[in-house]
């Protein structure tokens, strides 16, 4: 099977060495490319670390967060405030105004739905550490592997890190660094 490169040339797998390389990596030399792939998908491996508590809260928080959960407010706070005004008759009434009940009873949601937030933005502090650590792992893995790349091709990595540093240099609009 020919296909066509990034380049718009055409490349077939079958004589590509580097392909060949890939299509053997599984154990089997097959046409199809199996890789042993060492990169990790972040958000899985996170989430097999969340608890029940941890999940509880990111469910409380996200309905929170919602309009739904803007117009179920909503519409209980009209069915209690037309309660108790009286509307539906003086002897239905059970919280006069100013509806003390009413304000300690949102009160009393509003700490609880305020440290849920705080759960949930600790967990995505941490989870922001997890990515980061993994990120570190495959940065140092590219790293590693790019050096064994331009060893084998016969490139001064001194060289390299100089065409790096005066790239950098440029883009923060600074002196590049000898």
Not at 84 to 94: E, H, K, V
Not at 119 to 132: C, G, L, T
Not at 165 to 178: L, V
Request: hydrophobic share 45%; charged share 20%.
């Amino acid at each position: 099977m020919t296909t066509v490169d990034g380049a718009g040339a055409p490349h077939d797998p079958a004589t590509c060495e580097a392909c060949r390389v890939l299509d053997s990596a599984d154990g089997h030399q097959d046409g199809r490319i199996g890789l042993q792939l060492h990169t990790v998908n972040e958000a899985h491996r996170f989430q097999k670390v969340l608890n029940a508590q941890d999940k509880a809260a990111d469910k409380v928080t996200n309905f929170a967060g919602s309009l739904r959960f803007v117009y179920l407010h909503s519409v209980w706070f009209g069915i209690w405030i037309l309660i108790n005004i009286g509307l539906i008759g003086a002897s239905a009434r059970f919280d006069k105004f100013p509806f003390g009940l009413l304000t300690m009873i949102v009160s009393l949601e509003a700490i609880f739905l305020s440290t849920f937030v705080m759960v949930s933005q600790n967990r995505q502090a941490k989870r922001a550490d997890f990515r980061s650590d993994l990120d570190f792992e495959n940065n140092l893995r590219a790293e590693v592997w790019a050096v064994h790349i331009g060893t084998r091709l016969g490139i001064d990595p001194a060289h390299v890190e100089q065409v790096v540093q005066q790239a950098r240099a440029n883009m923060m609009g600074a002196e590049p660094t000898s």
